[in-house]
């Protein structure tokens, strides 16, 4: 059975609660579900039929494609002047000795450390501290697109804009439009965490509010920019706060359509001022993949950080609703394993996330940031798989 084939046979069956079937019905004419139909289905929706609409909604936009990339992580602090509960990540300023503060040299240098490798992407986002401000990032910036110009500067998040624009007195447009014409060329989704105030009080009381990062995501789509969204799920939420985030988001994009891509991001508990909660399953995981795809009807793409859920996970939400997955080159990163991620050491080379893809019969797409094509592995036999088709083709003479 085809995609479409599963929903209607789900839809017939005469077992089915009438809400769900209301909503699978829904899916299949591509119509948007509603705010309470988000929250039923989070309450009330099994995996298995969560499965069977969203991987309806991916295969339909994307069949069997898995898009990934290949970039490089830049974090130029792990100082925050902020408190967030759930971040394992960052020392506060009066432990800034423990941390790392880099200065704009520092920063090239990692990115001249890639001159040779087939990047296309670098990801610039870490802490927030005084030191780098307008004039630093606009400084890297320059210097990075005079180095590489073909490299796409993936930058920062409104936590970071904010407080940057503020101190330097530039409207939310205005700061945006000129770290853009200093080869700013994308923003990446972090900093959302749950938008809600009643949530993000609790987890994240002294950064922007839901409110400031939503504007300067519209003003970055204003002026022609891509970015992403994320959402911080699985802590002390309820689930209507999850389909509050999502419906802020579905609002935004209605209007700009400028967000390319929504990731959910499982809150982890190591060492955080959060620990004592406890995470979600990986059951959990997936429904959440699978009601975001089904709720963001005006998304292209959901991705799955497979450094933070580990592969098999990643794997799994490949049926689930995902079709694109991040691929770190190397341990550029260190934001999951702090906290608390199963990948330790996140790096991938491209042979395995190729492989990670095809073993559960998706086929991979190299993408730029912009999604377009850079590679395409369908057919590609790399040097190794072609030795081993030949140890494994040997004919059995034991006999
Ligand atoms: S989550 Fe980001 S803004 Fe919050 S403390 Fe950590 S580094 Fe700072």
């Given at each position: 059975m085809d995609a479409k084939e599963k929903l209607n046979f789900l839809i017939s069956n005469p077992l089915l609660d009438s809400e769900l079937r209301n909503v699978a019905n829904k899916v299949l004419q591509e119509e948007r579900i509603t705010f309470d139909e988000g929250v039923y289905l989070y309450e009330k929706a099994e995996l298995g039929y969560l499965g069977v609409l969203a991987n309806f909604i991916r295969e339909k936009r994307h069949g069997d494609i898995t898009f990934f990339n290949r970039n490089f992580h830049i974090?130029?602090?792990?100082?925050?002047?902020?408190?967030?509960?759930?971040?394992?990540?960052?020392?506060?300023?009066?432990?800034?000795?423990?941390?790392?503060?880099?200065?704009?040299?520092?920063?090239?240098?990692?990115?001249?450390?890639?001159?040779?490798?087939?990047?296309?992407?670098?990801?610039?986002?870490?802490?927030?501290?005084?030191?780098?401000?307008l004039d630093f990032y606009a400084e890297f910036f320059k210097k990075c697109k005079a180095h590489r110009p073909e490299l796409h500067i993936k930058g920062l998040t409104p936590v970071e804009y904010y407080y940057i624009f503020k101190k330097a007195k530039l409207s939310h447009y205005d700061g945006m439009k000129y770290l853009q014409s200093c080869g700013l060329d994308s923003m990446p989704g972090g900093g959302a965490e749950i938008f809600h105030p009643e949530i993000r009080e609790q987890i994240a009381h002294d950064k922007c509010t839901a409110e400031q990062w939503l504007d300067i995501h519209e003003q970055a789509h204003k002026l022609g920019m891509h970015t992403n969204a994320t959402m911080l799920y699985g802590?002390?939420?309820?689930?209507?706060?999850?389909?509050?985030?999502?419906?802020?988001?579905?609002?935004?994009?209605?209007?700009?359509?400028?967000?390319?891509?929504?990731?959910?991001?499982?809150?982890?508990?190591?060492?955080?001022?959060?620990?004592?909660?406890?995470?979600?399953?990986?059951?959990?995981?997936?429904?959440?993949?699978?009601?975001?795809?089904?709720?963001?009807?005006?998304?292209?793409?959901?991705?799955?950080?497979?450094?933070?859920?580990?592969?098999?996970?990643?794997?799994?939400?490949?049926?689930?609703?995902?079709?694109?997955?991040?691929?770190?080159?190397?341990?550029?990163?260190?934001?999951?394993?702090?906290?608390?991620?199963?990948?330790?050491?996140?790096?991938?080379?491209?042979?395995?996330?190729?492989?990670?893809?095809?073993?559960?019969?998706?086929?991979?797409?190299?993408?730029?940031?912009?999604?377009?094509?850079?590679?395409?592995?369908?057919?590609v036999v790399f040097e190794d798989d072609s030795k081993k088709k030949n140890y494994y083709a040997l004919p059995v003479v034991n006999n």
């Amino acid at each position: 059975m085809d995609a479409k084939e599963k929903l209607n046979f789900l839809i017939s069956n005469p077992l089915l609660d009438s809400e769900l079937r209301n909503v699978a019905n829904k899916v299949l004419q591509e119509e948007r579900i509603t705010f309470d139909e988000g929250v039923y289905l989070y309450e009330k929706a099994e995996l298995g039929y969560l499965g069977v609409l969203a991987n309806f909604i991916r295969e339909k936009r994307h069949g069997d494609i898995t898009f990934f990339n290949r970039n490089f992580h830049i974090e130029p602090t792990n100082v925050c002047v902020y408190d967030c509960k759930f971040c394992s990540y960052s020392r506060m300023i009066k432990e800034r000795a423990e941390g790392w503060e880099m200065d704009v040299e520092g920063m090239m240098d990692i990115v001249k450390k890639y001159d040779d490798e087939a990047v296309t992407e670098v990801h610039i986002t870490g802490g927030v501290v005084p030191k780098q401000n307008l004039d630093f990032y606009a400084e890297f910036f320059k210097k990075c697109k005079a180095h590489r110009p073909e490299l796409h500067i993936k930058g920062l998040t409104p936590v970071e804009y904010y407080y940057i624009f503020k101190k330097a007195k530039l409207s939310h447009y205005d700061g945006m439009k000129y770290l853009q014409s200093c080869g700013l060329d994308s923003m990446p989704g972090g900093g959302a965490e749950i938008f809600h105030p009643e949530i993000r009080e609790q987890i994240a009381h002294d950064k922007c509010t839901a409110e400031q990062w939503l504007d300067i995501h519209e003003q970055a789509h204003k002026l022609g920019m891509h970015t992403n969204a994320t959402m911080l799920y699985g802590h002390i939420e309820q689930f209507w706060h999850r389909v509050d985030h999502m419906e802020r988001l579905r609002q935004l994009q209605d209007k700009t359509g400028g967000f390319q891509t929504f990731i959910p991001l499982k809150f982890r508990n190591k060492e955080n001022q959060m620990s004592h909660v406890s995470e979600v399953s990986v059951i959990e995981d997936l429904r959440n993949y699978a009601i975001a795809r089904i709720y963001l009807d005006n998304f292209d793409h959901i991705k799955a950080y497979w450094a933070m859920i580990s592969r098999d996970t990643a794997q799994m939400s490949l049926a689930f609703g995902v079709d694109d997955i991040d691929g770190t080159l190397d341990d550029t990163t260190k934001i999951y394993s702090m906290a608390g991620a199963e990948e330790q050491n996140p790096g991938m080379s491209t042979q395995q996330l190729v492989e990670l893809i095809r073993k559960v019969g998706r086929h991979p797409i190299e993408r730029d940031t912009l999604y377009h094509v850079v590679t395409d592995y369908k057919d590609v036999v790399f040097e190794d798989d072609s030795k081993k088709k030949n140890y494994y083709a040997l004919p059995v003479v034991n006999n």
